[in-house]
Structures are given as structure tokens and as C-alpha cells.
């Protein structure tokens, strides 16, 4: 475990306690019954934080892009695309902005619980955070 103290060394440090600390991502989410396995990845195209891929029923996330709580939004920013793909809002879907606004409410709401920090559980899910 990395301290507070190594934590402010030095640059590569600082990579490391991000690395560290545990995101509140759930390893699979079910939205109307359709398994949706969450993988993480570095080869997204550039800029790129995450992607809902429909076709591999896979919610992908760039977890070196940013740190913690970016990187937990984007995971709720997917999630919100793939509910509105399962419903058939197609408008909705493809409009970023109502996408990303709604997803920091849902965010804010339940996803951002620093909590996890201390427990090293994810509280929505009661499993231990990935
Ligand atoms: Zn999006």
C-alpha cells in the first residue's frame, strides 16, 4: 500500500496511488435482463474515456485516461447510453449532452461514494470495487 507521503515524491508516484485507489465500477451491470460486462482498456481511439459497445454487450473504460472520479462518470455516461439503446430512444441516445448531464445526476446521486476509499467495497453492489 501506498502512502500519503510516497504519494507526493514524485510524478510516477502519484500514477501509482491512482492506481491504487479503488473505483467504484461494477464488473457487469443487467439492464432489462441484458448482461453487460465492463472492461477496461487503453487502445480506445485518442480522447477517448470510454465507449458502449452494443454489438459485444460490453461497457469499455480508458481507466489510465483521467483520474478517479472522471473515470467513474464515464462508466455512469455509458450506462446511460446503453439504457437508453435497450429502450429504443435513439434520439436520446446519440444526444451527448442530456447523456452526460443525466449521468452526473445518476453519478452525484448514487455512484460517487468516497466511502469506498476506506471499505475497498463498492456500495451500490456490495462486492469488492475492481
Ligand atoms: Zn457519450
Known amino acids: 500500500m501506498i502512502t500519503l507521503q510516497e504519494k507526493k515524491t514524485s510524478q510516477h508516484d502519484v500514477k501509482l496511488f491512482r492506481q491504487e485507489q479503488p473505483m467504484n465500477i461494477p464488473n457487469e451491470v443487467n439492464i432489462a435482463g441484458i448482461s453487460i460486462r465492463v472492461e477496461f482498456a487503453t487502445d480506445l481511439p485518442e480522447g477517448c474515456i470510454g465507449k458502449a459497445d452494443y454489438q459485444n454487450q460490453k461497457i469499455i473504460i480508458n481507466k489510465d485516461f483521467a483520474g478517479r472520479h472522471l473515470t467513474e462518470q464515464t462508466f455512469y455516461h455509458e450506462l446511460v447510453h446503453w439504457i437508453l439503446f435497450v429502450m429504443g430512444e435513439d434520439e436520446l441516445k446519440g444526444n451527448e449532452r442530456f447523456v452526460d448531464l ?25 462486492t469488492k470495487a475492481a
Open 102 to 126: 443525466f449521468s452526473h445526476f445518476i453519478y452525484q446521486a448514487v455512484g460517487k461514494q468516497d466511502t469506498v476509499q476506506a471499505t475497498g467495497k463498492c456500495l451500490s453492489c456490495a
